[in-house]
Structures are given as C-alpha cells and as structure tokens.
C-alpha cells in the first residue's frame, strides 16, 4: 500500500511527469493523502461516479501512467478525462454516497476506510478537478 499519494493539477502528461522525483508539493494545486492503493481507487471511483465498470476500465490501461514504474518506487499517473470530469460536475449528495459505497467497498477486501475521510477524499478531488477544469488542464496522481 502507498504511503504518500498526492493529487495534482497540470497542463500536459511532460508537466505533470516532472512531479516524478519529488510530488508537486506546495508549488501547484494539489491534494496530499496516504494509505490507501490510489490505482485502484481511481478506477472504483469511476466506476461508482460515472458507471464505468471495474473489468473494462483496467482493460482500457486506466490508470494511464506518464512517469515511473508501477514496481519500481515513485509513479505519476492521468486520471481519465471522464473520472476528471465527474466530480467536478457531481453535487454533494452523490459525492457522499460514492464515498460511503468505496469506504464499504475497501471494508469487504479488508482495508479501513472510515467514510467521513472517504468524503473528505472525494470533495478534496472534486474540489481539484473543478480547479483543473476551469483552467483546461488534467488531474494526475503522483504516488510514492
């Protein structure tokens, strides 16, 4: 499981993939978190905010990744335009139900998540998606 996982707004994947080394920090719009698998998360996400389904997601190589290994120390990964999209346009009520279904999803496989952090997770990414929307740039993830 990830210790550090940060959300981050940037123009391109070439801006964003220099984030590899270090995470963007406090020089861009970001959303920092920890302890939870944020691959997995972004496609159940999706999932639960714009019925995509799990299998043909993972299928289609979300999340697509731009800098890094996926076994091999620090990763920036795109979160698909459509995900990007989603919570920005969501209204609060759906944002707390997809947060409390994902908190019980992560339950049923073992991993903790209490749902008011779920929330907490999914209005901060709602809140840097709407950020990135209006400036026309995407939502990465930088994972260390």
């Not at 731009?66 to 990964?77: H, I, L, N, R, Y």
């Not at 019980?104 to 709407?130: F, Q, T």
Request: proline share 5%; hydrophobic share 45%; glycine share 10%.
């Amino acid at each position: 499981m990830s210790t550090i996982i940060e959300f981050f707004t940037a123009p391109d994947d070439t801006a964003a993939a220099l984030a590899l080394p270090t995470g963007q920090g406090r020089a861009a719009e970001s959303l920092s978190l920890g302890n939870f698998d944020p691959e997995e998360a972004v496609i159940e996400w999706e999932c639960l905010l714009a019925d995509g389904h799990f299998d043909a997601l993972v299928d289609a190589g979300e999340p697509r990744f731009v800098a890094g290994q996926e076994d091999d120390g620090c990763v920036v990964f795109a979160l698909s335009p459509r995900l990007s999209a989603t919570p920005a346009e969501a209204e609060q009520p759906e944002l707390e139900r997809a947060a409390m279904a994902w908190s019980h999803r992560r339950k049923e496989d073992g991993e903790i998540i209490d749902g008011e952090v779920a929330k907490s997770i999914l209005s901060g990414l709602a809140a840097l998606a709407g950020t990135a929307r209006s400036r026309g740039e995407g939502v990465y993830c930088w994972v260390a």
